[in-house]
């Protein structure tokens, strides 16, 4: 019994009309000989149900049933469930749910709303007579059966990746062109917490600050928006809708410097001139500043006020058991201007609060203590390498006392770290460990946030404290899943904010930036990366970037696919094929059927794409915005002309700085057997509409597929096949001004860096190549001695190059010193000559170490602003990490002490070798979960710390292959070319010698 996709419904397998039109109601665009695949089912047992789930190569879903008598099965029934995307594995779930894992792309969490039973999708039966060939036909719809409730992200797999600051965040953008055929992506990755924006609303002018209040204690909600301007105060009620309100007490004549809940049901408001508590019944009690000093800083909790006046004179107020604010009778003066302050929350149980920071003018902050024995004493001080922006003292890691009505209940489960914050006005973030009894500073660490002074705002997160740190970005650092973090929130630049709660969004943030007023949200918590997607169309393979522009060429090719243009074709030739087959008394139905074919089209992403066979290709050419995540401009290329390869190039022949792109095409070619019918092409593009578009300049042909092409010294080095060319820019097409045939493959990839080329060829490794302007020669004069089959390769420097292999290893080589690369071709050198499959000269292995997955981009970068520069790459599997180098010598020799050290270690499965440029791997982030693995290179082995080889057979042939690698083959051939040699040379000289003399 089989199984057919199409439009109809299922016939009856005895032969009637309907059935006979049953073959022609194949609206797919597959051979529909081709047959049908299951790749991954589930089974599901309970005592009421017993099924299976099967999935096809195509994505649709069968149910499966079985009807047994004692334990004999009887019958197996299949019905058509839904279509989703295709799963390497599945599982049913108990509580109702479906989780399928995606075998490329996001994995999904399905809801099975029903399981097919009510529906009048027809059954198949294994008890239904069918004759030889017969085949059932089904009709792929929307799934109804099984509801999305979830996804979770998956880069799988990435085909090629950049990192770049296109939208001027201060921190690098990923940029990676994931997933295979129509559901394939172009996704913008940031580091940072995805934010969203709940309402954007205008204000009269440009605030400065902002809170929020709540009206009693017991509330869960917040009842005030306070806003604070240059010379008024403008305070909003929160509701269904936010408005403005004047009865609130507070005083709108006047800046508020900050506004709180004070007890249980009172508010007070600070302004320069004074303090106003405002008290439930509306009674209000004023403090006027002394003199014609203001108040310039303050700090305030639920009990306590500490205010600054004017020359750095400390006042502080507290509230009684009776709810007045009452002033304490000493007021302390400090040695300089207060810049900040801070006080922490009062702890469950307790009456105040016992600490009290202070950021002075210079660069100092004080801790002082509050207790009634010795009120603002001093305790602890720390030197700053800058001024203080802003002080905030919180316990993360414990629920937030204020909005949580059972805080005096459990406190011993609550009590978390209590950490002082100092945000310094160079745009640096300290954080330092409080003592809750002695009040020491201790653990100080120091993070670069922004080019902005840093300010901080409590913030509540899950229940739990948490502290916003503002500066040119936004960053949040809070307690998760028993892990604390700092993460940079994806948003514009925000000048203030306060923590904000109502019924609509619970655990929000009110901000200010501009003149707006905005209300966000933090949904997804704990992620590392927010993502931008643009779909796209085919499989992408590699992009370029405009470099002042910044928008983007993609090419995009498929295999066995149609392209747009070609599904047109294939359905007239199906119903045309319909109409001529069919008989005279059939031919209006089969004109319905025609129609039917024409309009009909399947969502390629919900069903994927047809099967067009083998030798079959399908591209395009797309530009795009990536920041925005629009495309500006398509091309089609025609059937069975697949794109391998993109460059951007400025020529040196125009005057003008223009770049121009070329994309590398083949044309019918075959995998297997290899045949190219068509040859290859060379097209040059150049941008038009400012920017909005490409023109096709002209087309070159070649004799073999372009695989890689990179700009050269105001030309283009194209790989054709195994031969290295030079290209420069012509009226009607790419003019050749040099060649090199001595790649001995097929050459994958070329980096350039000055005058020299670095050629990976797709099983022989690296070669490195100069370009001798004078004689217009490409020449090999170094390569790696051992054989490596290339996927990606990046330069470090001008004698060192990063490269990874399709076995899952990472390795460093090096040109040795002694390297000469203007040497003269011996005509006696058998290495000069290419006899030795090699060159004379051999790079050094430096680094190697086994990471288990296929890597298909490397590239170099400073991911945070800063920072040291890294080596990221990223795999096949959806990873993204990164290769960090020791700066100092002292990390290299702990690193390796402590590896060796190690009573269970592993060696990498990578030969052994002197390590000048030891690497550690940071971490990684991949597609289900993370993973940190901290590996050393030392002289003579690599040693690992952590699960890093992985499992499998991709391993264990990786070991093989990187045990092969091992063995000296080079230095065996080296000595027996030597040994030729010597023996050539000696026969040479007698031979010479005996014709001199006349012996012979």
């Given at each position: ?8 419904k ?8 309907a ?30 149900l ?10 649709d ?46 994995h ?39 509801l ?99 009865d ?6 006047t ?14 408001q ?42 750095g ?20 003066e ?11 929350e ?34 602890s001080l ?13 316990e ?82 809070y ?5 604390f973090?700092?993460t ?21 943030i ?73 008989e005279?008394?059939d ?8 129609s ?21 290709w ?17 091309e ?7 794109a ?62 372009p ?7 105001g ?53 490195f ?5 004078k ?29 990874a ?14 390297v ?18 090699g ?8 680094c ?38 020791f ?42 979960g ?13 040693e ?12 264990e ?44």
């Amino acid at each position: 019994m089989q199984a057919d996709r199409q439009t109809g419904k299922v016939w009856d397998t005895t032969f009637n009309t309907a059935n006979y039109f049953g073959c022609f109601l194949q609206h797919d665009l597959e051979d529909p000989d081709r047959g049908m695949m299951f790749v991954t089912y589930t089974a599901h047992k309970t005592k009421a149900l017993f099924f299976f789930l099967l999935q096809t190569e195509q994505g649709d879903i069968f149910k499966v049933t079985l009807t047994s008598d004692e334990d004999m099965v009887t019958e197996i029934k299949m019905k058509y469930l839904d279509t989703i995307p295709v799963a390497s594995s599945l599982c049913v779930l108990r509580t109702g749910f479906l989780f399928v894992a995606c075998e490329f792309g996001n994995h999904r969490l399905y809801q099975i709303a029903h399981l097919g039973d009510a529906d009048d999708e027809p059954e198949f039966s294994s008890n239904t007579p069918v004759e030889e060939g017969d085949t059932f036909y089904f009709r792929p719809r929307e799934a109804k059966n099984l509801l999305m409730v979830d996804e979770l992200q998956s880069l799988s797999p990435i085909m090629h990746c950049k990192i770049l600051d296109l939208a001027n965040e201060d921190t690098p953008q990923f940029y990676t062109a994931c997933g295979t055929s129509a559901r394939s992506t172009l996704r913008v990755l940031r580091h940072g917490l995805e934010v969203t924006e709940m309402a954007v609303s205008e204000l009269p002018g440009n605030p400065n600050a902002v809170w929020t209040v709540r009206k009693h204690g017991d509330d869960k909600f917040d009842a005030y928006i306070v806003v604070s301007f240059v010379n008024a105060t403008l305070v909003l009620s929160i509701g269904e809708t936010v408005e403005e309100v004047a009865d609130s007490g507070f005083l709108g004549t006047t800046p508020t410097i900050a506004c709180s809940l004070l007890g249980d049901d009172a508010l007070i408001q600070v302004y320069p001139e004074g303090i106003r508590h405002i008290r439930a019944d509306k009674r209000v009690n004023e403090w006027k500043s002394p003199g014609k000093r203001t108040i310039t800083k303050c700090a305030i909790n639920e009990r306590q006020l500490v205010i600054s006046l004017t020359g750095g004179e400390l006042v502080y107020f507290e509230m009684d058991q009776t709810g007045q604010l009452n002033e304490y009778t000493e007021r302390k003066e400090m040695q300089s201007d207060v810049s900040c302050m801070a006080l922490g929350e009062v702890p469950p149980g307790e009456a105040r609060s016992r600490f009290l920071a202070v950021g002075l003018e210079d660069n100092t902050v004080r801790l002082l203590s509050l207790d009634p024995q010795d009120c603002l004493s001093p305790l602890s001080l720390q030197a700053l390498p800058a001024p203080a922006e802003s002080l905030n003292i919180v316990e993360l890691g414990s629920k937030d006392f204020r909005r949580e009505s059972s805080a005096t209940s459990d406190t011993k489960e609550r009590r978390g770290v209590l950490y002082l914050n100092i945000g310094l006005q160079n745009g640096v973030l300290l954080r330092s460990v409080l003592d809750p009894v002695t009040g020491d500073l201790s653990d100080t660490r120091t993070r670069y946030l922004g080019s902005r002074p840093v300010k901080l705002f409590r913030m509540t997160i899950q229940g739990n404290q948490a502290v916003l740190a503002v500066s040119s970005r936004a960053w949040l650092s809070y307690h998760y899943q028993n892990r604390f973090l700092l993460t940079p929130l994806s948003y514009e630049t925000l000048e203030y904010a306060s923590a904000f709660s109502s019924d609509q969004c619970p655990e929000g943030i009110v901000a200010i930036a501009s003149n707006t007023l905005r209300i966000l949200a933090l949904d997804k918590l704990g992620t590392v990366f927010n993502e931008t997607v643009t779909p796209l169309r085919y499989t992408p393979r590699k992009f370029v970037i405009h470099p002042t522009i910044g928008v983007m060429v993609t090419i995009e090719t498929d295999h066995n696919a149609y392209t747009l243009e070609g599904k047109i074709q294939r359905k007239q030739e199906m119903a045309r094929e319909l109409l001529t087959t069919a008989e005279p008394t059939d031919q209006d139905m089969a004109k319905v059927l025609a129609s039917e074919i024409l309009r009909g089209d399947l969502n390629d992403v919900d069903f994927g794409a047809p099967k067009a066979g083998p030798g079959k290709w399908a591209s395009c050419v797309r530009l795009v915005h990536p920041v925005a995540g629009k495309t500006l401009w398509v091309e089609d290329l025609p059937q069975n002309e697949a794109a391998f390869s993109v460059c951007l190039v400025k020529f040196l022949v125009r005057a003008e700085e223009e770049y121009f792109v070329l994309v590398g095409t083949a044309v019918d070619l075959q995998l297997n057997p290899r045949q190219l019918g068509g040859g290859g092409r060379l097209r040059t593009y150049r941008f038009v509409d400012d920017f909005q578009k490409l023109e096709l300049l002209h087309v070159t042909p070649v004799d073999e597929v372009p695989h890689s092409i990179a700009a050269f010294q105001g030309r283009v080095a194209v790989a054709v096949g195994r031969s290295l060319r030079i290209y420069d820019l012509g009226k009607k097409k790419l003019l050749r001004k040099c060649e090199s045939k001595q790649i001995p493959n097929m050459i994958v990839d070329i980096k350039t860096m000055g005058s020299r080329l670095y050629i990976s060829d797709v099983s022989e490794s690296v070669h490195f190549v100069k370009y001798k302007v004078k004689e217009n020669v490409l020449s090999i004069f170094a390569d790696d001695t051992f054989p490596r089959y290339i996927t990606c390769s990046m330069p470090l420097d001008y004698n060192t190059i990063a490269i990874a292999d399709k076995f899952g290893n990472f390795s460093v080589i090096r040109l040795p010193a002694t390297v000469n690369e203007d040497h003269e071709d011996d005509p006696s050198s058998f290495w000069d000559r290419g006899l030795l499959n090699g060159a004379s000269q051999k790079a050094e292995s430096v680094c190697n170490f086994y990471l288990g997955e296929t890597i298909t981009s490397l590239q170099k970068a400073t991911l945070i602003p800063g920072g040291s520069e890294s080596v990221v790459y990223t795999t096949l599997s959806g990873r993204i990490g990164a290769f960090v180098p020791f700066t100092s010598r002292e990390d290299q020799e702990f690193f390796s002490a402590s590896g060796t050290a190690s009573p269970k270690r592993e060696a990498s499965a990578l030969r052994p070798g002197p390590s000048p440029l030891p690497v550690v791997l940071l971490a990684s982030q991949g597609c289900g979960g993370r993973r940190s693995v901290r590996a050393v290179q030392r002289p003579g082995l690599c040693e690992a710390e952590g699960d890093c080889r992985g499992t499998g057979p991709d391993t264990e042939r990786g070991g093989q292959e990187a045990r092969r690698h091992s063995q000296p083959l080079c230095v065996l051939i080296y000595n027996y070319a030597t040994a030729v040699l010597f023996l050539y040379g000696t026969l040479s000289v007698a031979f010479l010698f005996c014709t001199l003399f006349g012996l012979l």
